[in-house]
């Protein structure tokens, strides 16, 4: 069992930069695979990027590709996401999802979430 919390998310201006950071409870934490997700208002979650157990396999969605990256610290049970030159289409709330076996776009695939944070980008 793991419990996932996150923190970073703000307000911040197109072009911006945020670091979004998933604390994980538990000795289990580098067992699981590890996702960001991100619902905008009035649309579905969607996948965002996933990293392997070891972080040594990430994988991005097209959107993303080159502004964000994702890594992980297992001996701190962390996970982060790192956003550079945000866009308005930026904006939703972010969430970190654990999963076991191999990281997966669909976020029903995901059995452990954090509340999720906010992520605001002005034009």
């Known amino acids: 069992q793991v419990q996932l919390v996150e923190s970073g998310g703000g307000l911040v201006q197109a072009g911006g930069s945020l670091r979004l950071s998933c604390a994980a409870s538990?000795?289990?934490?580098?067992?699981?695979?590890m996702g960001w997700f991100r619902q905008a208002p009035g649309k579905e979650r969607e996948f965002v990027v996933g990293?392997?157990?070891?972080?040594?396999?990430?994988y991005y969605t097209d959107s993303v590709k080159g502004r964000f990256t994702i890594s992980r610290d297992n001996a701190k049970n962390m996970e982060y996401l790192q956003m550079n030159s945000l866009k308005p289409e930026d904006t939703a709330v972010y969430y970190c999802?654990?999963?076991?076996?191999?990281?997966?776009?669909?976020?029903?695939?995901?059995?452990?979430w954090g509340q999720g944070t906010q992520v605001t980008v002005s034009s």
């Open positions: 990293i392997n157990w070891s972080g040594s396999s990430t």
């Open positions: 538990g000795r289990t934490f580098s067992s699981y695979v």
């Open positions: 999802a654990a999963r076991r076996g191999s990281y997966h776009t669909n976020w029903v695939a995901y059995d452990h």
